[in-house]
T-cell receptor, first 113, second 114 residues
Framework: SQKIEQNSEALNIQEGKTATLTCNYT??????LQWYRQDPGRGPVFLLL?????KEKRKERLKVTFDTTLKQSLFHITASQPADSATYLC????????????FGSGTRLQVQP | EAEVAQSPRYKITEKSQAVAFWCDPI?????LYWYRQILGQGPELLVQ????????DSQLPKDRFSAERLKGVDSTLKIQPAELGDSAMYLC????????????FGPGTRLTVT
């Protein structure tokens, strides 16, 4: 069955450092992959989308890579700030052609000042 | 900036009671999704609408859950009867019918079943 794995342990880093979060998947061939940010008690907020034929996508301090051979996506936040502290969710298109997503369980990032 | 609206924000109900959640998507978004999120997990799709039609309800527990989007705009998700295991955040999202396909989420309804 389809499975998405994100590191369930919280990631703690110092302000100014680069945070790297990992999303691994099995039994998928998604047309695209998305990353969302979720703050406690709130709905997820879309950050970036990367397609299967793209290796890398950037937006301001964010960078996402997509390796369809390794079945892995890496999400980087450079020059991290305490305001970046949140849970980050990886989501894959379900393969039904209907654009619905399957989400990973998320990784909580804590940026220490 | 347009947002997805949901109500109520919080709901406490006793088991075996009926409960309903409402969602108003962003104007012009033909696709609407209902997700359930248990604490510490990612959102899980319950049902997807394209306009007023259900296109995916494979993970909706149909013995107790129902969803409708009668005019292809706002939507209601109902649980009857509620069970203790239904305690979760219920999230509504909408997306445009064209690329990019990012989903816009509402603030969610936190349901507690006692």
């Amino acid at each position: 069955s389809q499975k998405i794995e994100q590191n369930s342990e919280a990631l703690n880093i110092q302000e100014g450092k680069t945070a790297t979060l990992t999303c691994n998947y099995t039994n998928y061939s998604p047309a695209y992959l998305q990353w969302y940010r979720q703050d406690p008690g709130r709905g997820p907020v879309f950050l970036l989308l990367i397609r299967e034929n793209e290796k890398e996508k950037r937006k301001e301090r964010l960078k996402v890579t997509f390796d369809t051979t390794l079945k892995q996506s890496l999400f980087h936040i450079t020059a991290s700030q305490p305001a970046d502290s949140a849970t980050y969710l990886c989501a894959l298109e379900r393969g039904t052609g209907r654009r619905a997503l399957t989400f990973g369980s998320g990784t909580r990032l804590q940026v220490q000042p | 900036e347009a947002e997805v609206a949901q109500s109520p924000r919080y709901k406490i109900t006793e088991k075996s009671q009926a409960v309903a959640f409402w969602c108003d998507p962003i104007s012009g978004h033909a696709t609407l999704y209902w997700y359930r999120q248990i604490l510490g997990q990612g959102p899980e799709l319950l049902v997807q609408f394209q306009d007023e039609s259900v296109v995916d309800d494979s993970q909706l527990p149909k013995d107790r859950f129902s969803a409708e989007r009668l005019k292809g705009v706002d939507s209601t998700l109902k649980i009857q009867p509620a069970e203790l295991g239904d305690s979760a955040m219920y999230l509504c999202a909408s997306s445009q019918p064209r690329e990019p396909y990012e989903q816009y989420f509402g603030p969610g309804t936190r349901l507690t079943v006692t």
